[in-house]
Each structure stands twice: as structure tokens, then as C-alpha cells.
């Protein structure tokens, strides 16, 4: 394509460019879409500018983009080892990963011996009003009562960069992401995990909703990449771990320190580790950047595993959409693949959604605009339950499949509440005591 910007890549001419971003927990996608949905062939010389800019600064730097500023809607904050936040308080130790809107370090902080280590995590300029004004109250004043340990935040400040004022919350330290175990299944040649592993991270999460939901707090992100584990902490074990593998040094690009993420990497598991062992696994839900409490709405781009209500004409989500997340986790977790993989119109991607789990469309939902141009049923798309048994035996995907029915509903008052999938029998399995394992 040869127009008034130069040369501009096919993959442009698509219907939305897709950027891979990666962080601690895996890949992110920041989608830019042309004006008309409806016509991909219509692109603004501005948008085909702003990708074809965005890809050449990407491939200058190896991860966050330091130097777009919060003008281009970053403003990430330049770090470095040994440098001190907040008044010398804490001293950056290393990087332990970044996403779209923030960065992550590990500080060390003399004030306590107990607890030597934090994470900072840094919003970008562009992010922190947000985290400041909306995100962090509800952090404090809500969350803060669900005794979800992980979400104790110890600290928070401003800091200032270049690029302007950044938001920052001293937040506990985590380590290496499940979806690391997952690629070492996948590379012995298994579709996924084996279905102990999946049970066994479902009742995690569900632990988490379950205490999220009492209160009414949304969670937005159960995703594969905000499934973590704790590191190894006790004694002097993140020290070793530290001396071990220091931290990697800056390159300077553009006047900026850039370095690639170190995650704490003294905790690890085996993919086939058995069920007396995957009962101790110290796996975390992470990922709280997104919470909501009511009135809950849909983030603009935010993707919540494509929710069918958040697909409408006039798009909703709830605390029933945190369980569709769970279902649609569940299925790539022993699979190894997404459930739904449209990448097409909304109404294109609730027909997919219609036919992979043979449901039906609510009927307060057929005036809206999406839903009344669904293209016809098609029978030619294999079903939940046949996708299923393709990578488990036949009782595995007959019990897992009646779980995920409780999660996969396109009605989302149909679905079943946290609090009741953690009481499935599926789930329970994995609830029991090391000691009832073999």
C-alpha cells in the first residue's frame, strides 16, 4: 500500500492492528482500529501513521516504549537500578515486568527487616490520574476488607520523571507466571495442563472471587497472565536468589535506561507434578487494575475474554462476567488454545460464541444492534464439549464440561455465582488436604 505515509506494511491493511506487548504475567493486546468498523479498507492517514510510529518505536526498545510521552498516551517512568523512590525510601533492586499502562521493580526498603522487599508498581503519566483517583480508593476503602492478602497495599506516592507525575502503589512481591508452566506442558508435546493442575487453579481463583464479589468488587482480569506464583522468601532465600542472579544493567536508548524484566524465579513447578504436590502450589490471581465496583461499565479496549454482553450494541459486564473470564481460562489452561478465536465484527464473534456453546441469544437482547445482524447458526463449528474430548478422556470432559456450562452462559444472569462453582464437585477436588492425594 503506497499512499501519502510511504510504504505501509500489509498487516496494516487489516481490519485492526494488533501490538504484543509483554509483561511479567505474558502478552497483552493494545488494539488500534480504523474509523469504520464495518469497512477495514477505510483507514485514517492518521491512524495508519500512529501504528506505523508505534511499531518502529517498539522495535527500538526492548520492551515499554520509554520515550512516547503521555501525550502519545504512555509516559512510562524511566527506572534504574539502585535508584531510590519516594524520598530515598526505597531503592530499585530490578525490573520484574511491565504492561500497558505501568512498570514493576522490586525495591528493597531498610525500614522493616521483616519485610525487606516491596514491588513498586509505576503507572505512566497517562495512567496515573486514574489509579489515583479511581482505582486506588477502591484498593483502600474496599478491597482492603476481602482479606485477600495479596492485595494489602503497604504504600503509595507520587513520583515525578521526565514525562511528568507518576502514580505508585508499594504492593507484595511475586514471582514467575503459570503460563510458564504451561509452555513446558505444551513443549512435551501435551495439549495442556493435566486436568488436576486446572481444578487446582479454577479453586484459586474462585477463592479470590468468591471473597471479591461479597463486596461487589469486580475483578476485570482473569486472564492466564495475571496467574503468579509467591517466591521463595523464607529466610534468606530471595536474598541467595538475588546474589545469584543479579540484576541486568540498563542499555541507554534515546537518552533512556532500558532493560529487560528479571521475575523472581526461585519458586518453580513441575507440569506433571501430582496432585499431593500441585495441592501446595502457592498460585495467586494478580492482575487488579481493572476493578470496578458499581455502576459496573466495560473499559474501552479492555478484554474481558469476550464476554458476550460486553459485545453489545450498548455493552454491559458484571461480577458474572469475572466467571465467564474463569470459564474461558479453564479451557485454554487444558487445551492450550482459546475457546473463541474470532477476530471479526462483535456480531461475527457472538455467532461464534452461539455456536461453540449451542446456546441462545436472550431475548432482551434482540433489539440490540449487534445481535439483530448475527449471521445464520453454523453447524460446522465443533461444540465446547467436542473440543474437549480432542485432549481428555471421555469422564474427564463430560465432569469438566458440566463445570464450564455453569461458567459459559451467554445469559449472563443464567451463569453460576463464584460462591457456587467453588461448592462444584469439580472444583472440591482439588480442596482436599495434601495428605488425601497419592
Known sequence: MFGKWGLVSASIQQAYLRLLIYDQGGVHLLRFRPPNRNDPT?????????????????????EEPLNLSAADGFGYF?????????????TIVRKLGWGPRSSTWLVKWDGDETVPYQAVQIFT?????????????????????????????H?????????GEHMCFVL?????????????????????????????????????LEKLHKVKVMHSGVKLENMVFWPANFDNELEEHLAETPPRKAKIIDGFPAMRSQPLANYTVGWNDPMRRVSDWLLILVGYGHVQVPPYAPAREHDYSS??????????????????????????LVTGQKLFTSTGTPSERLAEIRDVLQDTIPDAWQRDPNIQVLPDPSTSVESLEERLRQVLSECEATEMC?????????????????????????????????????
Request: charged content about 15%; overall charge negative.
Open 42 to 62: 477505510q483507514f485514517d492517514p492518521l491512524f495508519v501513521q500512529l501504528t506505523f510510529h508505534l511499531r518502529c518505536i517498539m522495535a527500538s526498545f526492548p
Open 78 to 90: 524511566p527506572a534504574d537500578i539502585n535508584q531510590t523512590l519516594h524520598d530515598g525510601k526505597y
Open 125 to 153: 503519566v497517562s495512567a496515573s490520574k486514574a489509579a489515583g483517583t479511581s482505582l486506588l480508593p477502591i484498593l483502600q476503602n474496599v478491597v482492603s476488607y476481602t482479606h485477600v492478602w495479596f492485595l494489602c497495599i
Open 155 to 163: 504504600d503509595s506516592f507520587w513520583e515525578t520523571s521526565v514525562h
Open 172 to 208: 507484595p512481591e511475586y514471582g514467575l507466571p503459570l503460563s510458564g508452566v504451561l509452555s513446558d506442558a505444551m513443549s512435551n508435546r501435551e495439549a495442556g495442563l493435566p486436568v488436576r493442575a486446572v481444578q487446582y487453579t479454577v479453586l484459586r481463583v474462585l477463592e479470590a
Open 307 to 332: 464476554a458476550p454482553e460486553t459485545l453489545l450494541g450498548n455493552p454491559t459486564c458484571g461480577l458474572s462476567t469475572d466467571v465467564w473470564m474463569l470459564g474461558c481460562l479453564a479451557f485454554e
Open 402 to 438: 458440566a463445570f464450564l456450562q455453569g461458567c459459559l452462559v451467554i445469559n449472563p444472569a443464567a451463569r453460576q455465582s463464584a460462591r457456587d462453582l467453588r461448592k462444584d464437585d469439580w472444583v472440591e477436588a482439588a480442596g482436599k488436604c495434601r495428605c488425601c492425594y497419592p
